[in-house]
């Protein structure tokens, strides 16, 4: 299964992607940290998961959001963000997300639902 990151944080996204590596069947394809790099990285490469921070430069992940459901075959999209607050979740829910984490309570949760997407129980 192939995953892509999109976090404006090098950290973060050195975090996420050391989290998944452990996980089998799992091909982290790309990171970008602007809305730009990720809305062209995700049209070239197809993930099959897109891990979104909200707030990143050129945009939000919300925009990268709208821009990849528009896609016959739309990867599931797990929005992680600093910014967990009710009128964020509603938005990126009616935009396509799949599921919304807060990174400072939350974070491991990326681990779970990657690894049960992987396994076939998760969607």
Do not use: W
């Amino acid at each position: 299964m192939k995953v892509f990151v999109a976090d404006d944080s090098s950290e973060i996204r050195k975090r996420i992607i050391a989290m998944l590596s452990d996980l089998e069947n799992i091909e982290m394809i790309g990171e970008a940290e602007n809305v730009q790099d990720a809305i062209k990285s995700i049209h070239a490469f197809g993930p099959d998961v897109v891990i979104l921070d909200i707030r990143m430069p050129g945009g939000s992940g919300i925009d990268v959001l709208k821009k990849i459901e528009k896609r016959n075959e739309a990867p599931v999209v797990i929005i992680l963000t600093n910014y967990p607050h009710s009128q964020y979740r509603k938005k990126c829910m009616e935009a396509g997300a799949d599921f919304f984490f807060d990174k400072s309570g939350e974070f491991e949760k990326i681990v779970d639902v990657v690894s049960g997407i992987s396994e076939g129980g998760v969607s």
